[in-house]
C-alpha cells in the first residue's frame, strides 16, 4: 500500500531519520512510506528505525539479487556484496543441479539461484530456528527444502557424493572482531550467524572438511570471505583435496573461494575408507 502524504510530513519524517543518524534517510522514508498499511503503522515504522532497528527488520523484507527476500528479526540480513558469491555460483550450475545452501540464513542465496536457474533441487540448512522459518517462505516458491541443524547432519543422507554446488556463506568474523562490527549487526543480529571463531574461519574449516563426502564428482563448494582471510581459506580447502581457485569483486569488497571435487580427497588416501 503506498501512502499519499504531503511534502511537509515525508520532510518531517526525513529529518527524524535523519538526526537519528540515518545516512540515507530520504531513500529510507520513501521505503517506510511505500511500505507502510496506514498512517499509524508508518509513525511506528520510523520511529522503530529511528531508534536502531536495522531497516531490513522495520520492513521486513530485503532486496537481493532482484528479489524481495523476507527477513524476520534476529535473522542475518542478506549483504550486496553476497551476490558475488550468488554469480560465481550460478555460472558454475545447470538446471537440475542438487544445490545445498549451508548457513542459510533467510534463504536468500539459494532461492537468487533458483530464480536464476529455473528448476533446481534446493536445500537449504541453518542451525537457527528463527532462521529456518524465515528461510522456509522465501524457498517455498522454488520448491526448496529447509532444515535445522548443524551443517551436513541435517542433510538427507543420500545427498552424499551427489550435490553439485555447496554454497555456504558461514560466519566468518573473529571473536573479537565482533566488537568492531556496526552498532546494526552487533546489537540486532545473531551472534551465531557473525562468530567464526578466534580466526573466523571455524566453520569453514568445518564444511570444508565435509565437503569432499558430499560433492559430486566435478562438483563446487563455494564460500564467502573477506579478502585478509583469502590465503587461508584457500589452504583449507586445498588440504581437504579440493582445486581451488579465489575470485574477487573490488566494487562489492566481495571475495569468494571456489573449491571443485576433483575426485581426490584425504578420504580416498586410504583404501580402507569407504
Given at each position: 500500500m503506498n501512502l499519499f502524504l504531503d511534502y511537509k510530513t515525508e520532510k518531517c519524517i526525513i529529518n527524524r531519520l535523519r538526526r537519528a543518524g540515518c545516512v540515507f534517510a530520504e531513500d529510507e522514508a520513501r521505503l517506510l512510506i511505500s511500505e507502510a498499511?496506514?498512517?499509524?503503522?508508518?509513525?511506528?515504522?520510523?520511529?522503530?528505525?529511528?531508534?536502531?532497528?536495522?531497516?531490513?527488520?522495520?520492513?521486513?523484507?530485503?532486496?537481493?539479487?532482484?528479489?524481495?527476500?523476507?527477513?524476520?528479526?534476529?535473522?542475518f540480513v542478506p549483504r550486496q556484496r553476497t551476490e558475488f558469491l550468488v554469480r560465481q555460483a550460478e555460472?558454475?550450475?545447470?538446471?537440475?543441479?542438487?544445490?545445498?545452501?549451508?548457513c542459510c540464513g533467510s534463504g536468500a542465496v539459494g532461492a537468487a539461484l533458483a530464480a536464476a536457474l529455473g528448476r533446481i533441487l534446493l536445500y537449504s540448512v541453518d542451525i537457527d530456528p528463527v532462521a529456518v522459518?524465515?528461510?522456509?517462505?522465501?524457498?517455498?516458491?522454488?520448491?526448496?527444502?529447509?532444515?535445522?541443524?548443524?551443517?551436513?547432519?541435517?542433510?538427507?543422507?543420500?545427498?552424499?557424493?551427489?550435490?553439485?554446488?555447496?554454497?555456504?556463506?558461514?560466519?566468518?568474523?573473529?571473536?573479537?572482531?565482533?566488537?568492531?562490527?556496526?552498532?546494526?549487526?552487533?546489537?540486532?543480529?545473531?551472534?551465531?550467524?557473525?562468530?567464526?571463531?578466534?580466526?573466523g574461519l571455524d566453520i569453514q574449516r568445518r564444511v570444508a572438511e565435509e565437503a569432499p563426502l558430499w560433492l559430486a564428482p566435478g562438483g563446487h563448494l563455494l564460500v564467502e570471505t573477506s579478502e585478509m582471510q583469502a590465503p587461508q581459506t584457500l589452504e583449507i580447502f586445498t588440504t581437504v583435496g579440493l582445486t581451488t581457485t579465489v575470485a574477487r569483486d573490488d566494487e562489492l569488497d566481495a571475495t569468494i573461494v571456489i573449491g571443485t571435487n576433483s575426485g581426490f580427497s584425504k578420504y580416498t588416501e586410504s583404501p580402507y575408507h569407504k
Open positions: 498499511r496506514s498512517p499509524e503503522d508508518l509513525k511506528k515504522m520510523v520511529e522503530m528505525r529511528a531508534y536502531g532497528l536495522p531497516l531490513e527488520y522495520v520492513v521486513g523484507a530485503t532486496e537481493f539479487c532482484g528479489l524481495r527476500i523476507e527477513v524476520d528479526r534476529g535473522v555460472a558454475l550450475s545447470h538446471s537440475s543441479d542438487i544445490v545445498v545452501d549451508l522459518r524465515c528461510a522456509g517462505r522465501n524457498v517455498n516458491d522454488y520448491g526448496g527444502h529447509v532444515f535445522e541443524g548443524d551443517l551436513y547432519k541435517a542433510l538427507p543422507p543420500s545427498l552424499k557424493g551427489h550435490v553439485n554446488i555447496l554454497v555456504a556463506n558461514v560466519p566468518y568474523v573473529p571473536t573479537e572482531a565482533i566488537k568492531l562490527l556496526p552498532q546494526e549487526a552487533r546489537l540486532h543480529e545473531p551472534k551465531v550467524a557473525l562468530d567464526g571463531g578466534e580466526d
